[in-house]
């Protein structure tokens, strides 16, 4: 842990302002979403491991003060330990300022990273250290009303060659899911 000064750079890690979280917990109250795990995301997660190969993939709704996995796919085998070999724990919740998705979310545009080592902008990020994560690949939940509700993502613990596949993959992956879950709203139909 480094006792120093901040890093030149940090000032280019904050979480970007996201002037839509407010409408957005009103959506996703309106559908039901964001505050307990679903079961159907879980599947959904563990689907999209699957498809890409990832040992993590989560269903994230990003609130105004926290993001939530309603889906989450954590392999087993993996093991996430930090510099002083203690192995923190990934669960349903996340501070607002921790991972990739709430640049996802404000920028409505997938975010591919193979190595989040050679971007100074997502280097420093929380996750990186505390659970090290490596590799990043996010596409933003963009509802009918155009409102990014979350994001679909899997990360790995070793940089990853996503390529245009894997891009591709996310995002097909999250137009499925959004439309998945207007329909479960509207129509009280499973995913």
Avoid at 63 to 73: I, K, P, T, V
Avoid at 119 to 129: L, Q, T
Wanted: hydrophobic letters at 40%.
């Amino acid at each position: 842990m480094s006792h120093g000064p901040p890093h030149p750079v940090a000032r280019l890690l904050l979480t970007p302002e996201d002037k839509e979280a407010p409408a957005r917990a009103r959506r996703l109250f309106q559908l039901g979403l964001g505050e307990h795990p679903d079961p159907a995301l879980d599947v959904f997660a563990d689907h999209l491991a699957e498809l890409t190969g990832a040992p993590y993939a989560m269903v994230n709704f990003i609130g105004e003060n926290r993001q939530f996995f309603a889906g989450l796919h954590v392999r087993p085998t993996v093991s996430l330990a930090r510099s002083d070999d203690t192995k923190p724990q990934l669960g349903r919740h996340m501070a607002r300022d921790h991972g990739f998705c709430p640049h996802v979310v404000v920028r409505h545009k997938a975010l591919v990273l193979e190595d989040v080592r050679d971007y100074p902008r997502f280097a420093g990020n929380p996750i990186v250290d505390e659970f090290g994560i490596r590799s990043y690949l996010g596409a933003p939940l963009i509802d009918s009303t155009g409102m990014a509700l979350g994001t679909v993502c899997v990360v790995d613990v070793e940089p990853r060659p996503w390529g245009k596949a894997g891009l591709e993959t996310i995002k097909a992956s999250a137009a499925e899911l959004a439309m998945r879950l207007e329909r479960r709203a509207a129509d009280g139909l499973p995913l």
